[in-house]
């Protein structure tokens, strides 16, 4: 069949079967580039979320559980260890002044988690932002409101915890 062809016909042949491999190589690669773009995108949200995973909740919930056992047993060590870094740059914390710088109860106290809220800020690593009461274990009574904004990095399953105020907490979770 090919030998039919002149010498001219041939060569527009290998250029339109040469253009043809190299159109769908590109339209592979796009493809390609676009998928990988996407799937790294489904890693960070762009708006706080509501968290419905009763796991998550309850990881989230003994990690602020954990620092405040901590602060009840005046263990400054463990306080400093699981203290956010920007938390503890902008307080001027150090292992010494640690338990100064953290609210401190004079009784036992455990804390009652009201409204949490989740944002994936890279790959398995999420920002949790937490409403609650602080609660008298002596007596079950209602303390304060305390507000926490947690890392949880689950690459290297760790956490870090800061206290915020009330002004800074994102409060507006969507479903």
Same mark, same amino acid.
Request: hydrophobic share 35%.
């Given at each position: /069949?090919l030998?039919?062809?002149?010498?001219?016909?041939?060569?527009v042949?290998?250029?339109?079967?040469?253009?043809?491999?190299?159109?769908? $190589?590109?339209?592979?690669?796009?493809?390609?580039?676009?998928?990988?773009?996407?799937?790294?995108?489904?890693?960070?949200?762009?708006? #706080?979320?509501?968290?419905?995973?009763?796991?998550?909740?309850y990881?989230?919930k003994?990690?602020?559980?954990?620092?405040l056992?901590?602060?009840?047993?005046?263990? $400054?060590?463990?306080? @400093?260890?699981?203290?956010d870094?920007? #938390?503890?740059?902008?307080?001027?914390?150090?292992?010494?002044?640690?338990?100064?710088?953290v609210e401190?109860?004079?009784?036992?106290?455990s804390?009652?988690?009201?409204? /949490?809220? @989740?944002?994936?800020?890279?790959?398995?690593?999420?920002? #949790? %932002?937490?409403?609650?009461?602080?609660?008298? /274990?002596?007596?079950?009574?209602?303390?304060?409101?305390?507000?926490?904004?947690?890392?949880?990095?689950?690459?290297?399953?760790?956490?870090?915890?800061?206290?915020?105020?009330?002004?800074?907490?994102?409060g507006?979770?969507? %479903?």
């Amino acid at each position: /069949m090919l030998d039919n062809l002149s010498q001219e016909q041939k060569h527009v042949l290998i250029y339109w079967i040469l253009f043809g491999v190299i159109f769908a $190589s590109l339209a592979i690669l796009i493809s390609y580039i676009t998928i990988s773009k996407k799937s790294e995108e489904t890693f960070v949200d762009t708006d #706080y979320g509501v968290v419905t995973d009763y796991n998550r909740y309850y990881t989230v919930k003994n990690a602020i559980i954990k620092y405040l056992s901590y602060v009840n047993s005046k263990d $400054s060590d463990s306080i @400093y260890e699981v203290l956010d870094t920007s #938390y503890i740059n902008d307080n001027s914390i150090t292992k010494d002044n640690v338990l100064s710088k953290v609210e401190n109860y004079n009784v036992a106290i455990s804390y009652k988690s009201n409204k /949490m809220c @989740y944002k994936r800020i890279a790959k398995g690593i999420t920002s #949790y %932002e937490v409403r609650g009461s602080i609660i008298s /274990m002596n007596t079950s009574s209602y303390l304060n409101d305390k507000y926490y904004n947690i890392i949880l990095d689950e690459n290297n399953i760790t956490f870090t915890i800061k206290p915020i105020d009330e002004s800074t907490f994102i409060g507006d979770c969507h %479903e």
